[in-house]
């Protein structure tokens, strides 16, 4: 067929934009329809927004707090949009992250004493190795016999929250009354980004962030730049093409799966060194699954889960001073999650609404 | 005069990247088949489907009438007398003939289905238009070609008066396609108009009144197949005189390239679907495997190319066992596959033209160095490929998706043989392509035998068979049951040793034996 001149080639930053439509009209109508809900339910929405902001963004310290929290979902966001690419839904991302988490608590104690950088780097390849080794049990299974990576990743995730659980309230268990491990010993954290950077208003975010958001760019470097992250995409956008291309469609697999683990571990591992410096049972409020809407928002692509995890850690940061100033409870925050999700995940709704208007724009002008 | 039934008018459609319709116009009178005749790709399906209101014009109008009329949904058009019959058919297999053609205008006695009279209903009008069809059948059992008289039968029962058939014969038999042609006739002699859309140069010539030629999103001619042949109408499809046979020089046999000894290869069923097979291709020879469908060729095939395993016996590839080797390891060893089912096993539709151009060779220099991608020579070579193997693309970057059917196996072609393989092995390279993509494939594999390298072409085709092949194995039941030289056997002996030399099933003089057999597993 021939080319249109005009549209020769559409540039890359024109395709950048078409890919950000989605996302950024999702989390508009969301915004839109919760405000709607907030409403009904006798609230005012824009004392809400503000407060929210003002709680994500308002300040250095604030601002500090939501990168704080986007921190472990960069990682299971990133964990689970790799394994989504390699066509994969790697559904226990919260059980790898106990294991990086239990493996930082061991760690952190086993090697206090030594100098901290070395600690630093020690603990990451650890948790990573550890949650890549939880991941790879299941990734055996579905690559040898076929069994679902959702069943067989969601059952290790049980195992895995039930022996931390195990290991909080006996072996590893502090002195004192509460089950939880040890605190760990300074040169086993992470340091404050405004302890490194002088010129930060202090906040409680941590080197931690850096890291992830370094291994997004990685990640992203992966997969376009290297035969194996090639490989994954090719599996998992048409496992039969790729097997007739000469690439092992199981070996492909399970190393995806590892990445993905390890990726999770990662999260783990910066909950505990940065954040609590010690495992307990509840240390993850669940960034395993929150990751899933993380990827899904970034349409699993590894840079865009940088703002998908920002935007997600806002509105946990920004939901406290929603409720303490505008007296809105901070459910409501749940209600928008759930509503980005829905809106992310059924794109075509907005696909749709975007082509209604895109097709009135065109008989309009017929 | 009477205005026409339908007429397009200057209708212009773009989508990223191309012009798929340029002033596109067209009239449908009372009573006429219009074949719409072109190439892959040449803009056929998406003035129909702007017609039936899947796609929305940029420009131009459509009149019914002499109306002019904005259709803007295949419901819209349905209550304009337009029906559209597709490729892929709409049907829910699970439930009867009569459920399918009523579905979503059930008639209702108090907010009941009155299958009674549903039934009725399809009885009158498939005995009106000669449509014979069990209305109680469950629409999975039926062959397809029975499916697609559902298909028909349900837009008659939605009042068309114009029914477009979307490439209609692709998926027959060439019995089922001759009774397509008398229903069509039929329903013409019953007052209906139909829109052919075909890019087979024989059927336009048997079933057309009148036939519009499309070229690159144009309408570059209009003719009554009394007033041409098949050759004039496939220069005016392609736009240049068309080879349907390419010429050929005898063949000069070299080293043995493939050897393969008393191969047993099991389905997926685990029952022997290869039974002991022996030959070998040697080097500057195109050896082809004929043979009706389900014979055993896809199985010994992906033998062949490490897809599956080999039960018993060797197989050797300029000397070098390769009986127990993976994919890649056939492919480092010097073969190539061009896969029969190329949106399957030949390309990634989702990948951009370059990392279909590497798969396979992605961890090989130029391509790939320590496992990082060299995007630059990539680049470079893709473009190389698309010029060479004649990819008619917007650019590089686009997904192999939004090619067209013959550039997409253009492309699978530019980068198995830009490997410059040893062997070749080609299965069914020219299905489902328009005359000019075949000529080009044809050519292409006599090129590769002409450089001296071994070729093994599977096909179905006996006019494929007989053009490109210096010795023709035929290949029953999993066994190769005899062997000819080129131009020894004429397409009734082929026939009837591909049907187990049984006669019976032979279909003299037409040729049309194997396709018709193939037929039988639906």
Same mark, same amino acid.
Not at chain 2, 132 to 137: F, L
């Given at each position: 067929m021939p080319e249109l001149t005009s549209e020769k080639h559409p540039g890359r930053v024109a395709a950048v934009l078409r890919e950000l439509l989605v996302p950024v009209v999702s989390v508009a109508i969301a915004v839109i329809i919760g405000s709607i809900i907030m409403l009904i339910a006798g609230f005012d929405p824009i004392a809400a927004y503000s407060a929210m902001l003002k709680g994500a963004f308002g300040g250095g310290r604030q601002i500090g707090e939501t990168l704080l929290r986007s921190t472990p979902l960069i990682f299971t966001g990133l964990a689970v949009a790799y394994g989504f690419r390699a066509g994969l839904f790697n559904i226990g991302a919260e059980g790898q992250l106990f294991m990086g988490g239990l493996s930082a608590a061991f760690l952190g104690i086993a090697l206090a004493g030594l100098p901290q950088p070395l600690n630093i780097v020690i603990m990451i390849v650890g948790g990573a190795a550890i949650g890549a080794a939880w991941a790879f049990i299941p990734a055996l299974l579905k690559a040898k016999v076929g069994a679902h990576e959702v069943i067989t990743t969601m059952m290790f995730s049980y195992i895995a929250r039930y022996l931390v659980s195990w290991l909080v309230t006996g072996p590893l268990k502090a002195e004192g009354q509460i089950p939880q491990t040890e605190r760990l010993p300074v040169e086993s954290t992470l340091p404050k980004l405004h302890e490194m950077f002088a010129f930060l208003v202090p906040s409680r975010v941590h080197l931690g962030f850096i890291v992830a958001v370094l291994i997004a760019m990685v990640v992203w470097w992966v997969l376009k730049y290297t035969a194996l992250g090639y490989e994954s995409r090719a599996v998992g956008l048409n496992p039969w093409a790729s097997e007739t291309g000469g690439i092992s469609v199981s070996a492909t697999t399970i190393k995806a799966l590892c990445i993905s683990g390890a990726l999770a571990g990662l999260a783990g591992v910066t909950e505990v060194m940065?954040?609590?410096f010690r495992l307990f049972d509840q240390f993850s409020a669940g960034f395993g699954f929150t990751g899933i809407a993380v990827a899904l928002l970034a349409k699993n692509n590894p840079i865009g889960v940088i703002p998908a995890a920002i935007l997600f850690g806002a509105l946990s940061a920004g939901g406290g001073t929603m409720q303490l100033e505008a007296d809105v409870p901070q459910k409501v925050i749940l209600i928008i999650q759930a509503l980005i999700i829905f809106l992310v995940a059924a794109e075509q709704i907005s696909r749709w609404i975007l082509g209604q208007t895109v097709r009135r724009g065109v008989e309009d002008a017929g | 005069m009477a205005p026409p039934l339908v007429e397009v008018r200057e209708v212009t459609k773009t989508f990223p990247g191309v012009l798929a319709n340029d002033r596109v116009s067209l009239s449908l009178n009372a009573g006429e088949i219009v074949a719409l005749l072109g190439e892959n790709g040449a803009g056929k399906s998406t003035l129909m489907n702007v017609v039936y209101g899947l796609l929305t014009a940029d420009k131009g109008e459509i009149r019914v009438e002499g109306e002019t009329v904005h259709i803007r949904s295949p419901r819209q058009a349905i209550d304009l007398g337009i029906g559209m019959v597709h490729q892929h058919f709409m049907l829910v297999e699970p439930l009867t003939v009569t459920e399918n053609i009523v579905l979503g205008i059930e008639p209702t006695h108090a907010g009941v289905i009155d299958f009674k009279k549903a039934r009725e209903d399809v009885r009158e009008i498939s005995r009106r238009y000669g449509l &014979?069809? @069990?209305? @109680? &059948?469950v629409v999975r059992d039926l062959p397809v070609g029975m499916q697609q008289r559902v298909e028909i039968l349900k837009a008659l029962y939605r009042g068309a008066r114009v029914l477009i058939l979307d490439e209609p014969t692709a998926v027959l038999t060439p019995q089922e396609v001759r009774e397509l042609f008398g229903v069509v006739r039929t329903l013409v002699d019953e007052g209906l108009s139909v829109v052919f859309i075909t890019h087979k140069l024989e059927e336009v010539m048997s079933v057309a009144d009148r036939v519009v030629v499309m070229r690159d999103g144009r309408v570059v001619g209009e003719i009554r197949p009394k007033d041409t042949d098949t050759a004039g109408l496939a220069r005016m499809m392609v736009g240049r005189d068309v080879v349907f046979r390419v010429e050929k020089t005898p063949s000069t046999c070299g080293d043995t390239i493939l050897e393969m000894t008393d191969i047993r290869v099991l389905d997926e069923r685990h029952l022997e679907a290869v039974k002991g097979v022996s030959f070998t291709v040697c080097a500057g020879e195109v050896v082809a495997l004929a043979g009706v469908s389900g014979n055993g060729q896809t199985e010994l095939i992906e033998a062949i190319t490490g897809l599956r395993k080999v039960e018993s016996g060797t197989m050797l590839l300029k000397g070098i066992d390769i009986t127990r080797s993976a994919a890649h390891e056939t492919i480092e060893a010097g073969l190539s596959h061009v896969p029969e089912d190329r949106h399957r096993r030949g390309l990634v539709l989702d990948f951009d033209l370059m990392e279909n151009v590497i798969l396979g060779d992605h961890r090989q220099a130029p391509f790939a160095k320590h496992g990082i991608l060299n995007f630059s020579a990539i680049t470079e070579v893709t473009r190389k490929r698309i010029e060479d193997y004649d990819v008619r693309t917007p650019s590089e970057r686009v997904h192999a998706g939004t090619l067209s059917g013959g550039n997409q196996q253009k492309l699978v072609l530019a980068r198995e043989l830009g490997r410059d393989p040893e062997l070749l092995v080609a299965a069914q390279p020219t299905r489902g392509l328009d005359v000019g993509a075949i000529e080009f494939v044809h050519k292409q594999i006599l090129a590769e035998r002409d450089r001296g390298k071994a070729v093994l072409l599977v096909s179905l085709e006996l006019e494929e068979v007989q053009s490109l092949a210096d010795r023709i194995l035929i290949i029953f039941e999993g066994k190769i049951v005899k062997e000819f030289m080129s131009g020894e056997a004429s397409d009734e002996e082929l026939g009837y040793f591909m049907t187990g030399g049984g006669g019976d099933k032979l279909n003299a003089g037409t040729g049309e034996v194997i396709v018709s057999d193939a037929g039988t597993d639906v």
């Open positions: 940065g954040v609590h | &014979a069809v @069990d209305p @109680d &059948a």
